[in-house]
């Protein structure tokens, strides 16, 4: 089993930067990604962005391209969300989540993760 401890969050003014941190631990020897989804009040939970620790590739949604920046550490199983630019549209709850599935290509659906973090609030006030 893998746990998972999120850092970061809370109040930005529209316009402005914050930076999540996710650490994972426990049985770490096949995470083949970490992502990060978001799930705002009475919205389905969305993919934001996912890195393969194959090569350090990165993948985004479209609405946060350009303005996010995921980053990790395979040797750590750590990864960070640099989001700038933040919108009211950005606020939701982050996750960060873990993946053994694909080695190969991104996994970008909820469904192909196996672990995920508790959540951590990020409020975007315009």
């Known amino acids: 089993q893998v746990q998972l401890v999120e850092s970061g969050g809370g109040f930005v003014q529209a316009g402005g930067s914050q930076r999540l941190s996710c650490a994972a631990s426990g049985r770490t020897l096949r995470i083949y990604s970490m992502g990060w989804f978001r799930q705002a009040p009475g919205k389905e939970r969305e993919f934001v962005a996912t890195?393969?620790?194959?090569?350090?590739?990165?993948f985004y949604a479209d609405s946060v391209k350009g303005r996010f920046t995921i980053s990790g550490d395979s040797a750590k199983n750590a990864v960070s969300l640099q989001m700038n630019s933040l919108k009211s549209e950005d606020t939701a709850n982050y996750y960060c989540a873990t993946t053994g599935s694909n080695w190969y290509r991104p996994s970008v659906s909820a469904w192909e993760y196996d672990s995920w973090g508790q959540g951590i609030q990020v409020t975007v006030s315009s």
């Open positions: 890195i393969m620790w194959s090569g350090e590739k990165t």
